[in-house]
């Protein structure tokens, strides 16, 4: 069956593929196989392996956790979107990483190169997976940085965990309130945006991020400069994903109310938003979290997209490094 015959509204296949990609973030809350804060530090199954220079971890329930761990200096931990892994943050760890800042990424479970697990593809594991990380590497004054959801990943993981470890925080086109359209929240996107998205994915998933590349870049703009690299690039990490866990994390970021996460940050939080983003539109993403996270900053880039961390690294980057700075 078709992407089109799966969509209740009938849209055309690029109309579809524009609609459905704008809702490319946020994150369900499932229980499941989580791992309590109090006792990451104590878990006699913690593992960490630098073979071959590939450094990974081992979390509670046996899933082999990805991680590039550069520099030194104080921490910059970031959380990559979906469907990508750490590789999205290139541009970003090496510009910190050169200014005397140690920079760590990790793969979420089931993207990239860590493992791909069946069960656990939910918002509370991954952000306990990204604690047993900040506890194996022993990390303080953190900052934490994620994008699409990852700013997801990074409000879940101070609701969760805490801010203790963390200095500042930074949610770039982060998929943080809540985006999926209810009688609460009557300004998110309807449920079968997301089945379409869903529908893409286990009907050919290769295609589907393909032609997702042009709304996340804005190259289906008028006059916009395509680069075939990014797209390609792209393509490539959502393709080292597992199938299940992507599908799974479909669900977790469309059904997650990150409300509450937001009302625990207490540090400074800086909130970086495109205001011509086709997949997590600004007015009902970053404009709220400005207001609900306390004393947070807001940025507005006009004219910019989903995946500008990418795209415009050259403007996102010298930012970036203000806030940290400042």
Known sequence: MSIQENVQTRLSRRDFVMTAAAASATALL???RAIAS????TLSNQKLSTDNG?????????????????????????????PLNADAWDSQMQYLGQRGYRVIAHDRRSHGRSGQTWDGNEM??????????????????AIMVGHSTGGGEVARYIGRHGSKRVAKAVLISSVVPFMLKTEMNPGGLPINVFDGIRSGVAADRAQFYRDLTLPFFGYNRPGATVSEGIQENFWLQGMQGGIKGHYDCI??????????????????TLVMHGDDDQIV??????ALTAKIVKNAQLKVYPGFPHGMPISHADVINPDLLAFIRS
Not at 57 to 64: A, F, L, N, R, S
Not at 254 to 266: A, H, V
């Open 30 to 32: 499932l229980p499941h």
């Open 38 to 41: 109090s006792s990451l530090a």
């Open 54 to 82: 590939t450094k990974t971890i081992t979390v509670k329930d046996g899933t082999t956790i990805y991680f590039k761990d550069w520099g030194e200096g104080q921490p910059v931990v970031f959380s990559h979107g979906w």
């Open 124 to 141: 509370n594991t991954y952000a306990d997976d990204l604690a047993f990380l900040f506890e194996t590497l022993d990390l303080k004054k």
């Open 251 to 268: 669900r977790a970021f469309s059904e997650t109310d990150f409300t509450d996460d937001l009302k625990k940050i207490n540090i400074p």
């Open 281 to 286: 539109p600004f007015a009902d993403t970053g």
